[in-house]
């Protein structure tokens, strides 16, 4: 099923002419006239509200309204899950109580956004400060509660049944350590947005910056008590979201637009500012993992274990939940028989976490593949030969998983040994041999490998409806809304090759409400496996019954006529002469649901060889090599994979070296903005080396897994291992995450 020759993204000439439709850019009809909106948000992280004056701001020029929280009239935003704590939940704007700083307080609709700006800085909040609550220890013992009625601080609690004492005794080896996995702000080019109109037949128009328009829908809906169908919400370009344009599909900030533009009975538009996004935009990772790993010496892995505590910010939202996925990859691609895991999530006074790209699968990567170097150190044993002794073997799929999870289907040796071979290990350990012989070290050179897998798409599936018109033309609409991914390129040619249309005759809508109600969204790399495969079903199905009205007008039994995909046309068995092309049956329509048997999700996985230097006089970090081996399944489109696959290594970049989301004790965030958030740039960037296997899966019809996020998981595990390699000579047998100059340094003073 892979496409014909790639012709270049379809969604690119609008963006390259200036045409794109962002919110903030967005020049129609609608939103003529429309109103500015700009949100007073809490400076304190932990408040008792004693006073919100607004009355200067009422009066300022220009303004045309100032809403304070009580004045809403909206339901609070419920938990992301039911498994989640119903108690810890989140008002539409703070009203007695604010949580962390960034949360909306106040809004001010002025004429102008700059009108707006002014009259929100005259808003006077009387704040009644309370303690707050940044550690994750001190949350779990719920001496200071951010949610008093709720009586706990813990949003989200599993486990399952211990590994037996007995299996541990009888270990040669065992290893036990934390590793934490630092805050991450996903920081995507395009900030929130959103704008709101009422039209005179009742209905509510939401655009919002969101990678899940129907989710958007939902949730204004039913916040706002609205009957379903009342608001159509419409995704336009979107500037990049990694998880944090998930999730609900909207933020609390987006109904409430929507609640004043009905006050008003006027459109309004609202925008994040760069500096805003960084506080009210959610975070992603930020938890951590007691680790313990038993084996023995031959290297056989016996035993693995994980007691995560995951920091869910000041409200349940996605990042609640991801340390579920420990449950689904918890132990990579290691055959081991015995293993444990827990999870728990608790409320701190901090931006709420959210599914950033990964969503706890780059977590439990980095957990197992530091536990396997640690093994691996422990009895004296080369890392990779360690894994290779410890992979699942390709004759075991699908394979069940000590903690209950089942792989579809892999062949991790090829992928290993293929990233192993790409990198020249061999070389690199007789070069790292060689400088250590000389005594050299002012320069370090240290390798890391991984080899990870995790899940990709499942849960609910994804729906597709194919249109065909008069004029033999073909729209298929989707569920899913991307934001740069490339649906359009990517799903065309699938559903081109089943009918036998040119792709050009095929077009592929997303991203309004109106014609695409359910959609699971762009989220959890799950597009080109649920997304393609339902579009791929629709075209089946629309194939089905255009056979059946060609049949009609072809006085012939519909089991008699078949379609020509080299020809694009309908004729009956053995008489091609007579046939019918698609401009000739009419209007048609096929809908189609495609959800993989029991919602199960498909494992992706990869390899990765990483290769730094390290210099011991300033600590400072030069990645030299950085190589990865993905395997998705069947490739759709391998330029657009590759890009995936671009995109998941520069964050894992980032993620290792330079970022992290910090709070100081009283929770006040300190990494505000650009200037202190230290995002790579190109420059920090290696030349990346990347390769694939194919692994089809087994679940959906065109063999494919998820590939969006595979990048990350892979490579941060490898430079992490990397780093550490280059200081094992020194002692050092583990830092967290980023390794910046500074911490690398200061270990090798100690």
Not at 182 to 197: D, F, K, M, T
Not at 290 to 304: L, N, S
Not at 435 to 451: E, K, P, W, Y
Request: contains cysteine; hydrophobic residues 40%; glycine residues 12%.
């Amino acid at each position: 099923m892979v496409s014909e020759e790639f012709r270049g993204r379809r969604e690119d000439e609008p963006l390259l002419r200036g045409e794109s439709t962002y919110i903030d850019g967005l020049d129609i009809p609608e939103l003529a006239g429309a109103a500015q909106a700009v949100f007073v948000r809490s400076a304190e992280a932990h408040a008792r509200l004693a006073g919100v004056d607004v009355t200067e701001a009422r009066q300022a020029d220009g303004v045309i309204a100032v809403y304070l929280g009580p004045e809403v009239d909206g339901w609070p935003f419920p938990p992301r899950l039911p498994s989640m704590n119903r108690d810890l939940w989140r008002p539409l704007m703070a009203y007695d109580t604010v949580r962390f700083v960034g949360e909306p307080i106040a809004l001010v609709i002025a004429e102008t956004r700059a009108a707006a700006v002014d009259a929100a800085e005259l808003v006077i909040v009387d704040y009644e400060p309370l303690s707050p609550v940044v550690d994750l220890d001190a949350s779990l013992n719920g001496e200071t509660l951010l949610h008093t009625h709720a009586g706990t601080n813990v949003a989200l609690a599993w486990e399952l049944d211990a590994v037996p004492d007995d299996v541990w005794d009888g270990c040669d080896v065992t290893v036990a350590f934390d590793i934490r996995h630092p805050r991450l702000g996903p920081h995507p080019i395009e900030p929130l947005a959103g704008a709101s109109s009422w039209g005179p037949d009742g209905r509510c128009t939401a655009w919002v910056c969101s990678q899940r328009p129907a989710g958007a829908k939902h949730v204004i809906e039913t916040l706002l008590g609205l009957e379903p169908g009342t608001v159509r919400a419409i995704s336009p370009d979107v500037g990049g979201g990694f998880g944090s344009k998930g999730g609900w599909g909207c933020y609390p900030e987006d109904v409430v637009v929507a609640w004043a533009a009905r006050e008003l009975d006027r459109p309004i538009r609202w925008a994040q500012t760069r500096s805003e996004a960084s506080l009210a935009m959610g975070h992603g990772r930020a938890s951590r993992h007691r680790v313990r790993i038993g084996g023995m010496g031959d290297g056989t892995i016996v035993a693995y274990s994980v007691d995560a505590l995951q920091d869910s910010g000041a409200y349940p939202a996605m990042g609640t939940n991801v340390t579920g996925n420990l449950r689904n990859s918890g132990t990579g691609v290691y055959d081991i028989a015995h293993a444990t895991l827990r999870g728990t999530s608790v409320v701190t006074n901090t931006t709420p976490t959210v599914a950033f790209r990964g969503a706890g699968r780059p977590e439990a990567a980095c957990s197992i593949e530091r536990a396997v170097d640690r093994f691996a150190q422990a009895i004296g044993r080369d890392p990779l030969e360690t894994r290779f002794a410890n992979l699942v073997p390709p004759d075991r799929f699908p394979y069940r998983t000590a903690v209950g999870s089942t792989y579809d289907s892999g062949s991790y040796p090829q992928a290993l040994r293929l990233a192993a071979e790409s990198a020249d290990y061999e070389g690199l350990r007789a070069e790292q041999a060689a400088r250590r012989a000389s005594g050299d070290s002012d320069v370090l050179l240290g390798i890391g490998v991984s080899c990870t897998t995790e899940i990709t798409g499942g849960g609910e599936g994804e729906r597709a409806t194919a249109f065909l018109a008069e004029d033999g033309t073909v729209d298929v609409v989707v569920g899913t809304s991307p934001h740069g991914q490339g649906h359009e390129t990517t799903f065309a040619p699938v559903v081109a090759s089943q009918l036998g249309l040119d792709v050009d005759r095929v077009t592929i809508s997303h991203d309004d409400t109106d014609r695409s109600p359910i959609g699971g969204g762009t989220i959890g790399s799950r597009s080109a496996q649920l997304g393609s495969a339902a579009a791929y079903g629709a075209a089946v199905d629309l194939a089905a019954a255009a056979r059946e009205r060609a049949a009609e007008l072809l006085e012939a039994d519909p089991d008699d006529v078949t379609l020509d995909t080299d020809r694009g046309t309908f004729h009956v068995v053995g008489t091609p002469a007579r046939s019918l092309g698609w401009g000739d049956l009419g209007e048609l329509s096929a809908h189609h649901h495609f959800r993989p048997e029991g919602g199960a999700g498909a494992f992706s996985f990869g390899a990765c060889v990483a290769a730094v230097e390290v210099d011991t006089a300033t600590g400072e970090i030069q990645l030299r090599r950085l190589v990865s081996v993905d395997d998705a399944g069947v490739i759709l489109q391998p330029v657009l994979a590759h890009g995936q696959v671009h995109g998941g290594l520069a964050l894992a970049v980032g993620a290792a070296l330079y970022e992290e989301m910090q709070y100081d004790s009283d929770a006040i965030p300190m990494t505000v903005g650009l200037a202190d958030y230290l995002l790579p740039s190109a420059a920090e960037m290696p030349f990346f080396e990347s390769h694939e296997t194919e692994t089809p899966s087994p679940l959906n019809p065109l063999g494919v897994k998820g590939i969006g996020e595979s990048g990350t998981v892979v490579a941060t595990p490898a430079i992490h291992g990397a780093v550490l390699d280059a200081l094992a000579p020194f002692g050092v047998e583990h830092l967290d995450l980023p390794l910046t100059p500074e911490k690398v340094w200061r270990a090798l003073q100690t």
